[in-house]
């Protein structure tokens, strides 16, 4: 089973830009991977924000962008807002349709 | 308004079984997959298995293949996890979701394995 690996914490200050990242232990993020993104807060069930590596739902705050980067998914956050304190996972899908998470970031807004 | 309520959690020792049910409303049940993620007590989410929406194809992590069962029942909009041969690691909040285009999610059962 693939390994999924994404930095276990990050720091933003408000206002500022952070890009969170997720590999694949097999190879090359791909958007055949479909990947998603996932943000989760304390207490709370998950709530996914990107899916199909850059596709937004209704309620994904336009501060929120999906795309892939140097062989990775990657998460970028433009213009961090305390609300946006949380863990981010994400998650990749393989050929024989698993889905395999990554470990989570843990982002500070400080 | 949408709702995934997980049910049938609760304390089983090792060896154990264990069958969760999550009801759905609100949506068309049967045009979706539907997944179980499972997450221990202060780490990650870990996605378990997933399954097609006529009930056909299924899929498990590693960890769980050839112990746990997932199903579902399109009539009652209800799926399944059948868990057999509980070990302690497998201690966790069960969430049910759909995981995709259309992105619902419960609030999670608690299944505590121990002795």
């Known amino acids: 089973q693939a390994v999924v690996t994404q930095e276990p914490s990050l720091t933003v200050s408000p206002g500022g830009t952070v890009t969170l990242t997720c590999g694949s232990s097999?190879?090359?993020?791909?958007?055949?991977?479909?990947p998603y993104w996932l943000q989760q807060k304390p207490g709370q069930a998950p709530r996914t924000l990107i899916y199909?590596?850059?596709i937004k739902y209704s309620w994904t705050p336009a501060r929120f962008s999906g795309s892939l980067l140097g062989g990775k998914a990657a998460l970028t956050l433009s213009g961090a807002q305390p609300e946006d304190e949380a863990d981010y996972y994400c998650?990749?899908?393989?050929?024989?349709?698993?889905?395999?998470f990554g470990g989570g970031t843990r982002l500070t807004v400080l | 308004e949408v709702q995934l309520v997980e049910s049938g959690g609760g304390l089983v020792q090792p060896g154990g079984s264990l069958r969760l049910s999550c009801a759905a409303s609100g949506f068309s049940f049967s045009n979706h997959w539907m997944h179980w993620v499972r997450q221990a007590p202060g780490k990650g989410l870990v996605w378990v298995s997933r399954?097609?929406?006529?009930?056909?194809?299924?899929v498990y992590a590693d960890s769980v293949n050839g112990r746990f069962t997932i199903s579902r029942d399109n009539v009652k909009n209800t799926l399944y996890l059948q868990m057999n041969s509980l070990r302690a690691e497998d201690t966790a909040v069960y969430f049910c979701?759909?995981?995709?285009?259309?992105?619902?999610w419960g609030q999670g059962a608690l299944v505590t394995v121990s002795s």
């Open positions: 399954i097609n929406n006529p009930g056909s194809g299924t």
């Open positions: 998650l990749l899908s393989y050929s024989d349709t698993r889905r395999v």
């Open positions: 097999t190879g090359a993020v791909t958007s055949g991977h479909y």
């Open positions: 979701a759909t995981i995709g285009s259309v992105d619902y």
């Open positions: 199909d590596t850059s």
